[in-house]
């Protein structure tokens, strides 16, 4: 008998996140996340699997976050048929999630084949179309924090609130082996202490054996307070001056954080009462899960709803899901904040804002997530003088103004501090989750204060004693 772990994806690298656990009588997969990179390897990263999917007893779901759950509807084409456990919060967000992204991905294959039936080249084919995302719900399984279920003859699992986004769950495997249980812990992705609406991350004891993320293995928040802080600051100047505030923002999660901080602000009466819109119509339905899923969130917030206060009203705040009023906001020159998608300014109603504001200096363009390469968000980050959208250019005069406070991960002092609390007799410790610098340099500070860490290649398979 023997029981092996294969990092299928999302290790060296911080997306497509997928591992399979193995036994001699079960296999069980953790995550089956989405891999970003550029168009071309996007699809053949994505729909090539080193497993027979069809072999698969239990699909274990950490979070509705693309790069853990975006690729399940895929494997369900290709033949997975077992049930997929998550917790309920995460079920709810994931029917939103994975529709937005076969119905993203619908279109890009449209825009290809556009290009492509011109070249007289083959048309493509999304991983899943929208329909196909929702079908795939019907494997899912919403369980409770604390509820402990059979995924197969010889492996139980539990999960525990992990603290980085709404439903989020880290994992703990006990596998059945002769006469004792093996545990090993899923760490992936780990939250941190203090975030708004949610609970501190729930620290695993006694494991064997734990694969956790490194997203920031080597680096610092700053903490959330200052998120806060500077959130007030940059709005309070905007209003100053007679502009707008305009937010790209992760409809999932930051979007949520940011209302929840600007009705506090003006709670507080740090900041003036001006109209606040959230001009996208999948922030506005997951803002709802929240609320449906009240339970899953902090003391605090539990106690506001508890009072019948909600902490996104409908008084302060302004849903907007019909594309005509989106456009009447253009119209209207006073001070304002509109939040709206994508986080990384690609899509999304976000781009008109941003075309009828960015060259306004009054104005301030007020970025509260990660950017990533060859994305609009990036160029504006960067300040390029001029910038691109829908094919014209503009001046970017507006200003700039950077948060980097509202991360949603552990950063290194979390990471450390987690693993020497977890402690117990840890055979090894997996580093998962990360870009190579940072896996590498938390592997090596795991390594010093005396842990067996290790950093395994993409689909090397280890051996769990
Ligand atoms: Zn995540
Ligand atoms: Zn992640």
């Given amino acids: ?59 274990v779901l950490s979070h509705a976050h693309i790069d853990h759950s975006g690729n399940i509807p895929t494997l369900i084409k290709r033949g997975l048929h077992c049930k997929v456990f998550t917790t309920k919060a995460t079920k709810d967000l994931c029917r939103l999630m994975l529709s937005d992204s076969g119905k993203i991905q619908e279109e890009d294959i449209e825009f290809v084949n556009k290009i492509n039936r011109r070249k007289n080249l083959p048309a493509r084919k999304p991983l899943y179309t929208e329909k196909e995302a ?29 603290g980085h986004i709404l439903g989020s769950a880290l994992t703990l495997l006990e596998i059945k082996e002769k006469q004792r249980k093996l545990k090993l812990g899923y760490i992936v992705d780990l939250g ?9 991350p729930v620290i695993l004891k006694d494991l064997d054996y734990l694969v956790i993320e490194s997203t920031y293995g080597n680096r610092f928040h700053p903490s959330i307070e200052e998120a806060k802080a500077k959130l007030m600051v940059s709005v309070n100047q905007t209003i100053a001056r007679g502009g707008k505030v305009i937010i790209p923002s992760f409809a999932l999660e930051r979007t949520q954080e940011v209302l929840f901080f600007l009705n506090e602000l003006i709670k507080e009466n740090k900041l003036p009462s ?9 922030a506005i339905n997951i803002t709802e899960v929240f609320r449906h899923h009240k339970d ?38 006073s001070p304002m904040i509109i939040i709206a998608g994508s986080g990384m300014c690609e899509s999304g109603r ?25 994305t609009l968000g990036k160029r504006i980050v960067e300040k390029e003088p001029v910038v691109r959208i829908f094919g014209e250019d503009y001046e970017l005069k507006a200003e700039v103004s950077i948060i980097n406070a509202f991360s949603g991960h552990a950063d290194k002092d979390d990471l ?22 940072q896996s590498e340099a938390f592997t090596a500070n795991l390594k010093d204060s005396g842990f067996a860490a290790y950093l395994p290649q993409k689909d090397e398979e280890c051996e769990l004693e």
């Fill in 1 to 59: 008998m023997s029981i092996r772990i294969k990092f299928c994806g999302g290790v060296r690298t911080v997306t497509g996140s997928n591992h399979l656990v193995e036994t001699d009588k079960s296999q069980i997969l953790l995550d089956a996340g989405i891999f970003y990179g550029h168009r071309d390897e996007y699809y053949a990263v994505n729909s090539k699997f080193s497993y027979n999917p069809a072999k698969i007893n239990g699909l």
């Fill in 134 to 162: 929702l079908r795939a719900l019907k494997n899912f399984r919403g369980i409770s924090y604390f509820e402990k279920i059979r995924l197969s003859k010889d492996v139980e699992c539990t999960f525990f609130d992990a």
């Fill in 192 to 200: 941190r202490p203090n975030l708004p609406l949610l609970n501190d």
């Fill in 274 to 282: 001006i109209p606040i819109y959230l001009d996208s119509p999948l």
């Fill in 296 to 333: 899953y969130l902090d003391k605090k917030t539990q106690g506001l709803f508890n009072k019948g206060i909600d902490p996104f009203p409908e008084e302060r705040i302004t849903y907007i899901k019909k594309v005509e009023e989106s456009k009447r906001l253009n119209k209207d020159a």
């Fill in 350 to 374: 976000i781009l008109h804002h941003l075309k009828n504001n960015i060259s306004n200096p009054k104005n301030t363009i007020l970025v509260v997530g990660y950017m990533a390469q060859n």
């Fill in 416 to 437: 450390l501090n987690y693993v020497r609390s977890s402690n117990g007799n840890l055979k090894k410790i997996f580093i998962v989750h990360g870009d190579l610098d």
